[in-house]
């Protein structure tokens, strides 16, 4: 069982930055996929970002269309945690993003793919 807790939501002026943080409560290994989705009022819950560690010291990132080159996924093995750095932020960014892990060998989007979820932060992008 892997706990996740997210932070570092907030308001943010557009084209202004936020990191988000998602510390797991036990070490997700090279089997572990950490992802981030996000859910806007009125909208279905959205794959943003995923990361996947091999084991070596390489890591693999997947990113959806509308946020590449802006935000910027990585992982802190030691610590346990996973940041979603989002620079240029848009006032369409605005949405509840969640942390997820899940355990397996193949890239997924789809947040049923996904077991394990934080309780989700707030990012506000105003224009």
């Known amino acids: 069982q892997v706990q996740l807790v997210e932070s570092g939501g907030g308001l943010v002026q557009a084209g202004g930055s936020l990191r988000l943080s998602c510390a797991a409560s036990t070490r997700t290994g090279s089997n572990y996929f950490m992802g981030w989705f996000r859910q806007a009022p009125g909208k279905e819950r959205e794959f943003v970002a995923a990361i996947n560690w091999s084991g070596d010291n390489t890591y693999y990132t997947d990113y959806t269309d509308s946020v590449k080159g802006r935000f910027t996924i990585s992982r802190d093995n030691a610590k346990n945690t996973v940041y979603l750095q989002m620079n240029s932020l848009k006032p369409e960014d605005t949405a509840v993003y969640y942390c997820?892990?899940?355990?397996?060998?193949?890239?997924?989007?789809?947040?049923?793919?996904?077991?394990?979820w934080g309780q989700g932060t707030q990012v506000t992008v105003s224009s």
């Open positions: 997820a892990a899940r355990y397996g060998i193949m890239w997924k989007r789809d947040a049923e793919e996904y077991a394990y």
